[in-house]
Each structure stands twice: as structure tokens, then as C-alpha cells.
């Protein structure tokens, strides 16, 4: 059976900036931040509250993707195109204040939805990420 | 993005931009001029304009249209408030040009709007931010309806592309988040600009 996303590939604009942006203000746990024969960094890193769930924050630079490709990427990135999902908080209030006061850039406040309370957060690279509380 | 299109800007430049179309998004019912948006992003009016297309496939001016439009949407369906309330709610100044607006937009008057959604009855289980990006953030390749970047608008809105609103409008979002919104709150002072 299937037992969820292990890995969350996000894609940054730089790794260095991207692992300070979310161990020192998302308050990540640094998993992994390993160079690979083939030029790859294996940056990971564990949302505080997650057990088996990591971002694998890659630069689409130094990746599968050709040069061409790479480049696209990094511009939809860099537009503000791309979300990997939606970061799920035990108090989105609470956090929203904090993350705010460490320069975290939200897109739009809470706000209660029908399923929960929701707001909208950027990363330093520009992708977005719904920020929800689920109703209990 | 797509075969013909100039090639895209320098990320910086990106950043630059999206980070006004951010501020649209957060601050769409303030009085703020595109040509301070400009001047926020490091570029003249006109540069401005034309970056701004060729990156998200239409003006910023047509952006913010949009954004107070998909947000009028919001109150229309979830808030007891008179449409010409609703209009400078989300930052227009005239109900003739809300009115107009939102029709070329949405195919029908605010009224017929609200009514239709409330025929149809309670929100869709559809996370209200997906309908906020999907619906208010890049749109479908710009066609040729779009018209010519305007050289130099006013400060006004600029013309809306005649593009489609897209798929119907997204799920009614809660009333709180609708109410807090009524007000045009400022935006919380940690949402910082760019210099």
C-alpha cells in the first residue's frame, strides 16, 4: 500500500539561502546536506512537528533537468508560480504572528475556511505554500 | 514562457515583479498607484508595465482589476453587504466602473452574481487559497485579445484583456475571513516591501 510522500521535491533558487530560510525561520530540522558524485546537493529538511515527512529542497540547476529546463524552472520559481503543497500547523494563528515577526512573507493573513484555518506563505524563492490548520 | 514571448527576465528582476503582484494581492483595496508599485520594484511606469505583461500576461493595472473583482466574488456570495458597500470594499472608488468591470469580467452584473451563487446553495469543499492562486494568480497565455501593452495609463485602472474569468468562481470562503476583509485592514506591518 501507499504510504504517503516521503520526500517533497521543492525547488529553490539557492540552496544556501533555502536551508537558512527553513531551519532558522520555518524551524526545520536540517536532515541532510550532502554533495553527490554527480554535482547534486541532497538538502533535506523535516517540518518540526513531522515524523517521516521531508522537503527535499533542490536546485534546479544542478538536477536532472537540462540547462534550458533548469532555467525555466528557476524563472517559474522566481515569478512565484509554483506551490509544493500545503504545510499543515497545529495553531496557524499563533505561528502566522511568529513566522511574521521573523520576516516571513504571508500572502494573506488566517483566515477561516471551511476546513480549517488558512494562510498563504511564500519561501525566499518565491514558491507559495497554503499554511493550514484543519479543523479538528 | 512560450515560443515567440521575448525570453525571460533576469530572476531578480522576477522577484522584483512578483513582489509587486504580491502587494496587489494583499493590498488590493488601498488607493495604491501602479506607478508606486513601479517605483517600489526599481523600474519607471512604462518599464514597469511592459515587464509586468511579459511576465503574468497582462498589466498590473488589469491584475488588480482582476484581484478586486475575484474579491468582490467572495463578499457577494458570503456577506449580507449592499453591492455598492461590497464595490468599495475592495478598493474601487466609482460603482459605475465596479459595475462595468466586474461584468466584463464575470459575465454578469454583481447582482446577478450574488444571485445565482445563492441559488446554488453552500461552499464547495475546495481549499479557498487554491481558488486565491488559481483564480488571482498567472493567467492562461496571453492571446492576441489582450491588446497592446498600454504605453502609458493612467492612473486608473488600465484595460482589462478581454481573457476570461476561467472556470467558475472559487468555493464562498468563510464569513470571518470575508469580514476581516471588509474593512481593507492594512496589511500586518511585518509584510515588508521591498526598498
Known amino acids: ?136 | 514562457m512560450s515560443a515567440g514571448q521575448q525570453a525571460p527576465p533576469d530572476l531578480s528582476a522576477l522577484r522584483m515583479l512578483r513582489q509587486a503582484r504580491d502587494r496587489i494581492d494583499r493590498d488590493y483595496a488601498e488607493p495604491v498607484g501602479i506607478a508606486s508599485l513601479a517605483a517600489e520594484a526599481g523600474y519607471s511606469h512604462t518599464h514597469f508595465i511592459r515587464a509586468f505583461h511579459a511576465a503574468y500576461g497582462e498589466t498590473p493595472g488589469a491584475y488588480r482589476t482582476r484581484r478586486r473583482v475575484e474579491r468582490a466574488c467572495e463578499l457577494l456570495r458570503s456577506v449580507n453587504l449592499s453591492v455598492t458597500e461590497i464595490c468599495h470594499a475592495v478598493g474601487f472608488t466609482s460603482l459605475g466602473s465596479f459595475s462595468a468591470r466586474f461584468s466584463e469580467l464575470m459575465g454578469q452584473s454583481p447582482s446577478a452574481y450574488r444571485a445565482e451563487a445563492a441559488r446554488r446553495g453552500g461552499p464547495a469543499p475546495i481549499p479557498g487559497c487554491f481558488a486565491l492562486m488559481w483564480r488571482t494568480g498567472l493567467p492562461a497565455a496571453p492571446g492576441p485579445a489582450d491588446g497592446p501593452v498600454p504605453a502609458a495609463p493612467g492612473p486608473a485602472d488600465g484595460p482589462v484583456p478581454a481573457t476570461g474569468p476561467g472556470p467558475a468562481p472559487g468555493p464562498a470562503d468563510g464569513l470571518g475571513q470575508a469580514l476581516g476583509r471588509v474593512p481593507a485592514a492594512p496589511a500586518p506591518p511585518q509584510e515588508r516591501l521591498p526598498a
Not at chain 1, 521535491?9 to 539561502?17: E, I, P
Not at chain 1, 553527490?36 to 538536477?63: C, F, I, Y
Not at chain 1, 506563505?121 to 499554511?131: E, I, K
Open chain 1, 1 to 136: 500500500m501507499i504510504m504517503g510522500m516521503s520526500f517533497v521535491s521543492v525547488w529553490v533558487l539557492n540552496q544556501d539561502s533555502a536551508k537558512e530560510f527553513y531551519t532558522t525561520k520555518l524551524g526545520c530540522e536540517l536532515t541532510n546536506d550532502l554533495r553527490l558524485d554527480n554535482g547534486m546537493r541532497w538538502l533535506t529538511v523535516r517540518p518540526e512537528g513531522s515524523k517521516d515527512q521531508e522537503l527535499l529542497l533542490m536546485d534546479p540547476a544542478h538536477s536532472m533537468l537540462d540547462t534550458p529546463t533548469a532555467e525555466q524552472v528557476r524563472a517559474l520559481v522566481a515569478k512565484g508560480a509554483l506551490s509544493p503543497g500545503v504545510l499543515a500547523t497545529s495553531d496557524c494563528r499563533e505561528d502566522y504572528k511568529a513566522l511574521s515577526a521573523l520576516g516571513v512573507e504571508f500572502l494573506q493573513e488566517p483566515a477561516v475556511r471551511p476546513y480549517g484555518i488558512e494562510a498563504v506563505l511564500r519561501d525566499d524563492s518565491g514558491n507559495w505554500y497554503s499554511f493550514t490548520q484543519r479543523t479538528a
